[in-house]
């Protein structure tokens, strides 16, 4: 008859403090990796590119001039790029898809096209980008101007360019600008909006001045900032707030009180109006 043995009974190491468990340590990643919400083509979209930190500026000459090819060939097939604006470690961008798809693979090819030849011109191999793509649709002219002054003015914001139109953008070619300048020679990297909101209806809110600083995110304008309502159709207004006329004989009985003494429905509940009786 075989004797049994007592096995050693090990911990289960599903994690713990043990060494490398959990995940890896590094940088927080600022955008959550989370199913995109649905795209209405009518929507502009702002869109934020970030490479990793190890990397050289885009700012460079040859760098630059890579990024603005990559761009300029990357509106085709319902994927429009209107503006954008490189800095140093990111890249900003505004654009418009005809829907979800199609703004998905944009942003997509254009990153893997960026990151090719940025990395020919560097002469390097490896992961170019941190992070995923951030993409915020705009849905009022008011946000599409905000988004609009964000990007062509990023370069001031940041300090890269102090005064003037930014060299590594798109603003030489922004026609929104309240003065007129020439237009350079050469081709657009860019391409005209199609959208209203992108064409026609951040204009009601004015033009884009040169000096205009742009608003931090996630804030509005203090100085000629409109309701939220500006831009939308008839219906969406709200009614205007019904005043009370007050009188000697309703004053110092309120608003319900000089409802009901005028004889006004309102909003008066049927004791103010059986109070206004009796002071008759």
């Known amino acids: 008859m075989r004797r049994s043995i007592q096995l050693p009974l090990r911990p289960r190491t599903w994690g713990g403090a043990r060494a490398g468990a959990g995940r890896p340590a590094g940088a927080r990643r600022r955008v959550p990796h989370r199913r995109r919400p649905p795209h209405e083509a009518r929507y502009p ?24 090819d990559a761009l300029a060939a990357s509106s085709r097939r319902g994927f429009r790029v209107l503006e954008f604006s490189v800095q140093s470690n990111h890249i900003h961008l505004l654009v418009e898809a005809d829907d979800r798809t199609r703004l998905s693979r944009g942003l997509q090819g254009l990153k893997i096209r960026i990151a090719r030849a940025v990395n020919g011109t560097l002469h390097r191999r490896g992961t170019f980008w941190a992070e995923r793509y951030h993409a915020r649709a705009l849905a009022t002219p008011r946000e599409v101007r905000t988004a609009l002054v964000y990007v062509l003015r990023n370069g001031h914001r ?89 009188t ?33």
Not at 45 to 68: D, E, I, M, N, Y
Not at 196 to 202: C, F, P, R
Not at 254 to 274: D, E, L
């Open 158 to 246: 940041h300090g890269t360019c102090r005064r003037g139109f930014d060299p590594c953008s798109s603003a030489a070619w922004f026609t929104g600008w309240k003065c007129s300048r020439p237009r350079p020679i050469c081709l657009a990297p860019v391409v005209r909006p199609q959208t209203w909101l992108a064409s026609v209806g951040w204009r009601r809110h004015g033009l884009i001045g040169i000096a205009e600083e742009p608003v931090p995110a996630g804030r509005v304008a203090r100085r000629g900032a409109l309701p939220w309502y500006a831009g939308r159709p008839a219906g969406c207004f709200p009614l205007p707030r019904r005043r009370t006329c007050v």
């Open 248 to 280: 000697p004989a309703t004053q110092g009985r309120g608003v319900r009180g000089a409802r009901a003494a005028r004889g006004s429905p309102g909003r008066a509940r049927p004791h103010a109006q059986r109070r206004a009786r009796r002071r008759r």
């Open 45 to 68: 979209v702002h869109g934020t590119l970030r490479v990793r930190a190890a990397l050289p500026s885009l700012r460079g000459a040859g760098v630059f001039r890579a990024v603005s």
